[in-house]
Nanobody
Framework: QVQLVESGGGMVQAGASLRLSCAASGRTGYAMGWFRQTPGKEREFLATISGTGLSTNYADSVKGRFTISRDNAKNTAYLQMNNLKPEDTAVYYC???????????????WGQGTQVTVSS
């Protein structure tokens, strides 16, 4: 069992940066993913990182602006978001799974989400 708690969301202006954190408890070493969702839309994949941190993958929509990382000593994954845009406004979720680069429906564990609001 893995419990995930996101933090770091908030309200910022366009062009600002935020770093989201996802603290994991329970079993460790899982691959991690970040997703976001807005009302009426499907959950959107953003980035994933392997259990070792050696492999990462990104959605084209955030490549070059968002960076996923992890600190296994702290059991925490991060999503650094730079040059934020109003269209980045969403609830951001982290998720964990045994396999790296899984489909969204394959992730076993999800956090409760953290709101990010970007004003123009």
């Amino acid at each position: 069992q893995v419990q995930l708690v996101e933090s770091g969301g908030g309200m910022v202006q366009a062009g600002a940066s935020l770093r989201l954190s996802c603290a994991a408890s329970g079993r460790t070493g899982y691959a991690m993913g970040w997703f976001r969702q807005t009302p009426g839309k499907e959950r959107e994949f953003l980035a994933t990182i392997s259990g070792t941190g050696l492999s990462t993958n990104y959605a084209d929509s955030v490549k070059g602006r968002f960076t996923i990382s992890r600190d296994n000593a702290k059991n925490t994954a991060y999503l650094q978001m730079n040059n934020l845009k109003p269209e980045d406004t969403a609830v951001y979720y982290c998720a964990a799974n045994r396999a790296y680069d899984s489909k969204p429906t394959e992730y076993l564990y999800w956090g409760q989400g953290t709101q990010v609001t970007v004003s123009s």
